[in-house]
């Protein structure tokens, strides 16, 4: 057998008509904060979608991102170069060099999939909102600018103890590296070139024998001082 409805509480009519003053007249008796921008910035999400960071040192131009974007409002312009083998004996190997990365923000809808279809971490999301122009044209960024904005980009969550280094860290940190030996290479050889420009300059030892600083003649096999004969009294004596 079915249970009976329990039943139904009558409403009283204007009943959500004096709820709604009643919210509205709360609401109006409470001070009004204002945030004074630009005076004072508002507190944003650390992953607050501003702007695009480029890395560039982790960009391979592989064009990922321009053919993955919706609104095509990527430009990648690139050329190659032959590097030399690493041993002796190996082969030539060429590479993309990057020499333009232009984001236009006046068609990107910050759908973040360049973000996240690039392989060597390259782009990230940077909370930096403040780059209105007052002509349209002026809101595509070059590569410049897109790395200014780099340095915007909060620092990534904590990771556990045992973790892998972040990519970038260990991308910038090999740069360092790599930049911080070629310098001191340069500092040897520029203090070898100088030791031995200072030996040219110096003067050849003279051949056969060294005479000491009293006229005294030396060995010249062994360097002691040769003893000294003694005088004889007839030659003094004549």
Partial sequence: MAEPLPPTRSRIPGSGLAKGLAVTLRTMTKKTVTAQYPDAQPELPPRSRGVIGLFEENCTVCML???ECPDWCIYID???????????GGRERSRNVLDRFAIDFSLCMYC???I???PFDALFWSPEFEYAETDIHELTHERDK??????TVPAPPALDPGAEEPKELAAARKTADKLAAEAATAAEAAELAAQTAEQATQPEPPAGGTTTTTGTPTDPTTGTPEPSKPSDPQDGAS
């Fill in 112 to 114: 973040g999939i360049c």
């Fill in 65 to 67: 991102c321009a053919r």
């Fill in 146 to 151: 897109l790395r200014e904005w780099m340095w």
């Fill in 78 to 88: 690139s050329h190659k170069e032959t590097v030399p083998p690493a041993a002796p």
């Fill in 116 to 118: 996240e279809v690039c």
